[in-house]
């Protein structure tokens, strides 16, 4: 990795992966719609919280999950006194911990966390969004797509997969069967543009943008074709 690169991606305490501080412009658009906004925001699976700083930066009132507790810590450490009074942490897995009442949220941001849930908790989990969302609220969507440098002797399995109408095409039961890179989860569940598209929709999201996003700064190993990961933005 370069030095850049290693600034720009960092591998979690939890070793299931890595955050990214370039933000995507799936990301950014939320971010901006964020200036927008008076009920608050959630935002989901944020490792360190670059993404949750960005948000309050805006004004927002941010609500912060991660699986691991620590990332949490190391957020609510980062932020100035003011941003600390309009951030709430819930730790925990997702979807269980994702209960908020109805109307509750302007916007959810899951930015590289749904690609580490099974099909059925992702559905779980986009049907309580689209409770807690006010009237023209937004999700928005970031994941991790099949095509990987460290991961394209999977890609003929997935598109065989998905010819066949596997609904969740991308799921690997065990990760170290393609690949030994570092810092790696046990198993994924990857995603792609139709499927995040079929999965909104089936739950009533009026899509306003979705496509493959290219991670040309990710490290070299894991860049493939410009379709390193998928973003979607959806409105109540």
Sequence with gaps: MTQSTQENYVPTLNSMGYMTRVLDP??????????????????LGVAFGHT?????????????????????DFLKQQVTKEEKDRLFLFPGKLPEVFSFKNNFFSGVLASRCFHFLTGIEIENLVSQIYKSLIQGGMICVVAETPY????????????????????WPGHISSLRKYTNRANTSEWVNLLDPDILQRT?????????KV??????????????SGKESVGIIGIK
């Design 148 to 167: 990987l440098g460290h991961l394209k002797e999977f890609i003929p399995l997935y598109e065989e997969r998905k010819v066949k109408g596997d609904l």
């Design 26 to 43: 799936y990301c950014e658009q939320f971010i901006n719609f964020c200036f927008t906004v008076e009920s608050p925001v959630a935002d």
């Design 200 to 208: 909104l929709e089936k739950f009533k999201f009026r899509i306003e």
């Design 211 to 224: 496509g493959f996003i290219d991670r040309f700064y990710f490290p070299e190993e894991v860049r493939f």
């Design 52 to 72: 949750t700083q960005e948000i309050l930066r805006t004004g927002a009132i941010a609500y912060a999950n991660d699986i691991d507790s620590k990332h949490l």
